[in-house]
């Protein structure tokens, strides 16, 4: 599929944010940074990333390039001896929720905290 084609599914639904998962994206973050880039012009959508990475490794430029767009980065790998399905958003105690842009703004880790509106 072509990033026209991706953006023509995302834009179509006005209520779901974005998620980019499965077969790493920071392995294709060239890739991934193109779409990432066009969500963000041409939505208001937060992009979130799973990646067995650690925020800390992400140091090439591509790498680089790509978790400056991403809004929340679930970090490290999943470890089975260390699931737990009471987590919010991740399946092993050792993965992170980390709020990017914070944490880049910071120069450390800002963990991610859900926000409740009443």
Not at 74 to 91: A, N, S, Y
């Amino acid at each position: 599929m072509t990033t026209e084609e991706i953006m023509k599914i995302i834009v179509a639904d006005p209520y779901a944010n974005v998620t980019f998962s499965g077969g790493d994206p920071m392995y294709q973050a060239t890739g991934f940074l193109e779409l990432a880039r066009e969500i963000h012009k041409c939505t208001n959508k937060d992009i979130w990333c799973y990646t067995g990475f650690t925020f800390e490794s992400l140091i090439n430029p591509e790498q680089r390039e790509l978790l400056e767009q991403i809004d929340v980065l679930v970090d490290g790998p999943f470890i089975e001896k260390l699931r737990d399905t009471d987590l919010l958003f991740r399946g092993s105690s050792n993965q992170r929720l980390i709020d990017v842009q914070s944490s880049l703004y910071e120069g450390r880790v800002v963990l991610w905290q859900p926000t409740l509106c009443m």
